[in-house]
């Protein structure tokens, strides 16, 4: 009787211990999904900036900072494994845009792109819920 008594307690305390086991060993950080994200864009003059994908310039330092990107597909607003960054700024005639992607194992990004060739195909699906146009 005492043996099974044991034994109901440990498997109870096991399934309790189970069920509060954090699956995420990075759950230190917080992440919180960006569902509404706001932006305030400045005008800022870009009389010496370049266009050739490179953000060294002044300017770039004073654009707004778009960073906390959210993974919608395959996730599901969940954090992106790879960091994104993105600054935009304006003038008397342009909208500029420039993003950093940090890719942190480049030969398994390249692998993948390998393995992932057949998808680099010109197609185009439509649905119900949106037209999604993949080049």
Do not use: H
Not at 45 to 69: C, P, R, T
Not at 72 to 77: E, L, W
């Amino acid at each position: 009787m005492a043996g099974r008594t044991f034994r109901s307690i440990f498997l109870f305390l096991l399934f309790v211990g189970i069920s509060f086991a954090d699956d995420n060993p990075d759950s230190t950080s917080t992440f919180i999904p960006n569902i509404k994200p706001e932006l305030n864009v400045p005008r800022l003059a870009a009389e010496n900036i370049k266009i050739d994908g490179d953000l060294s310039e002044y300017v770039w330092e004073k654009a707004a900072l778009i960073d906390n990107f959210t993974e919608i597909s395959p996730g599901d607003n969940i954090k992106p494994e790879q960091k994104t960054e993105g600054r935009v700024f304006y003038d008397e005639e342009y909208l500029y845009f420039g993003f950093t992607a940090y890719e942190t194992d480049m030969m398994s990004a390249g692998i993948r792109n390998v393995l992932q060739s057949e998808r680099d195909t010109r197609r185009s699906s439509v649905d119900n819920e949106q037209r999604r146009f993949e080049l």
